[in-house]
């Protein structure tokens, strides 16, 4: 049974900086490539970034460009989201999410299991 559990979510000002980890069981962390996703209240789910199987390539939508880095650690099963100089419109639930493939998609759809999510606020 696949599992992905994200933490590192919580409260930061405006400018500040989180550093988000997912850490997956369940099946074999290097066969996929990794995705995060956020979604705010009454919003559509929006891609924050994805990583591929190795950690060699890496998309980040222009949105987080420049403040959002993604790395990935398969000896501990682990992707990671830093996400800097943070602002109001970053507040959402930030979710993890695997797909079995080389390289993360932007979609959603494409992805075959996903996290809970952690909440991240920005205040201003």
């Known amino acids: 049974q696949v599992q992905l559990v994200e933490s590192g979510g919580g409260l930061v000002q405006v400018g500040g900086s989180l550093r988000l980890s997912c850490v997956s069981s369940?099946?074999?962390?290097?066969?996929?490539?990794m995705g995060w996703f956020r979604q705010a209240p009454g919003k559509e789910r929006q891609f924050v970034g994805s990583?591929?199987?190795?950690?060699?390539?890496?998309l980040i939508p222009d949105s987080v460009k420049g403040r959002a880095t993604i790395s990935r650690d398969n000896a501990k099963n682990t992707v990671y989201l830093q996400m800097d100089n943070l602002k109001p419109e970053d507040t959402a639930v930030y979710f993890c999410a695997a797909e079995l493939s080389s390289y993360g998609s932007r979609w959603h759809w494409d992805y075959d299991y996903w996290g809970q999510g952690t909440q991240v606020t920005v205040s201003a």
């Open positions: 990583i591929s199987w190795n950690g060699d390539s890496t």
């Open positions: 369940g099946h074999t962390f290097s066969d996929y490539a």
